[in-house]
């Protein structure tokens, strides 16, 4: 089984930017897809964004389109969460998840997942 594991969280002000890792040991994630969640305190784990095996086809939510970038680089075995104009209301913890099968370009069965990151932002 794959190990995932987040790093790059921290405490960011209102309108300021973090970038989210997640790596893997045990195994390569290039011929799986990718997906991003966060769970806020007292609310349940929500979707945040999903990049395919390729990198080609990104999904987003409607809370972070245009502000988060999902990317891969298959090559360091990594996906990356770019946030950008971060909110308040942004503050999560954040999981990397893989999807169940492979080369798929419509990701939608996570099934092993991260640690979690931690992101404050501050007001």
């Known amino acids: 089984q794959v190990q995932l594991v987040e790093s790059g969280g921290g405490l960011v002000q209102a309108g300021g930017s973090l970038r989210l890792s997640c790596g893997a040991s045990?195994?390569?994630?290039?011929?799986?897809?990718m997906g991003w969640f966060r769970q806020a305190p007292g609310k349940e784990r929500e979707f945040v964004a999903a990049i395919n095996w390729s990198g080609s086809r990104t999904y987003y939510s409607d809370s972070v389109k245009g502000r988060f970038t999902i990317s891969r680089d298959n090559a360091k075995n990594t996906v990356y969460l770019q946030l950008n104009s971060l909110k308040p209301e942004d503050t999560a913890v954040y999981y990397c998840?893989?999807?169940?099968?492979?080369?798929?370009?419509?990701?939608?069965?996570?099934?092993?997942w991260g640690q979690g990151t931690q992101v404050t932002v501050s007001s």
């Open positions: 045990g195994r390569t994630l290039s011929n799986k897809a």
């Open positions: 998840a893989e999807d169940r099968d492979y080369y798929s370009d419509y990701p939608n069965r996570f099934g092993s």
